[in-house]
């Protein structure tokens, strides 16, 4: 009997251990839509002074995907490049607030009980 090969059980954690290092990830979209898209805010991200730890010297930043490029060619082609319309697109959407986060878990007004006790008391008022 031949051996046998064993299953790839463990497939799924590469994506686990990617999500989670801290050097690939990237602002998320509610805090470039509620401070960085702000005009002031834009302007000093732009033209930000020469930084050696930067690629490109910090001067060629992308604000919606808060990438740093090396060349403004590269950005120009980043510009027209598929990612960076997505990320426009999903910008364009309103942020997701606090309140619709406590929303969906739960924790709102809850207003049938305010409507139907209204139509009660509308109710008797005609009676």
């Given at each position: 009997m031949g051996r046998l090969r064993r299953s790839r059980v463990h497939k799924a954690q590469r994506d686990v251990h990617r999500a989670s290092r801290t050097r690939a990830r990237t602002k998320d979209l509610d805090q470039i839509q509620l401070i960085d898209l702000l005009p002031t805010n834009r302007a000093l991200l732009e033209a930000q002074p020469l930084d050696e730890?930067?690629?490109?010297?910090?001067?060629?930043?992308?604000?919606?995907?808060?990438?740093?490029?090396?060349?403004?060619?590269?950005?120009?082609?980043?510009?027209?490049?598929?990612?960076?319309?997505?990320?426009?697109?999903k910008l364009k959407e309103p942020a997701y607030t606090i309140e619709e986060a406590e929303r969906a878990g739960g924790l709102g007004r809850d207003t049938r009980r305010a409507t139907a006790a209204a139509a009660v008391t509308e109710m008797q008022e005609e009676t």
């Open positions: 730890d930067k690629p490109g010297l910090g001067q060629h930043y992308c604000v919606e995907c808060a990438r740093y490029f090396e060349s403004d060619v590269a950005l120009k082609v980043h510009w027209t490049g598929k990612l960076h319309k997505r990320r426009c697109k």
